[in-house]
């Protein structure tokens, strides 16, 4: 499941375009999850890999030269941001 629920204070977080934007991450929450935090922390570990394997390739197309390379974080479904 996504993490679909932003922390208050990061409500108008925008989809990151670069890799030193905050990405909300660390605080969303998933809604499914039942108080246990499972689906919270599984929905986290999926974001941080997307958000690893985004900053690769952003970092690898701005090394080339290539400007090709992600736009903004790309939508795998891992996070819901404001402007989505």
Do not use: C
Request: proline share 7%.
């Amino acid at each position: 499941m996504p993490l679909d629920t932003l922390a208050a204070f990061q409500s108008a977080l925008n989809r990151p375009t670069d890799p030193t934007d905050p990405n909300g991450i660390a605080h969303a929450t998933d809604s499914t999850d039942t108080g246990n935090g499972v689906a919270t922390k599984s929905a986290r570990t999926a974001a941080k890999i997307a958000w690893a394997n985004y900053t690769q390739d952003y970092k690898f197309a701005y090394t080339v030269g290539d400007s090709s390379g992600p736009a903004e974080f790309p939508d795998g479904g891992e996070i819901d941001y404001a402007d989505d």
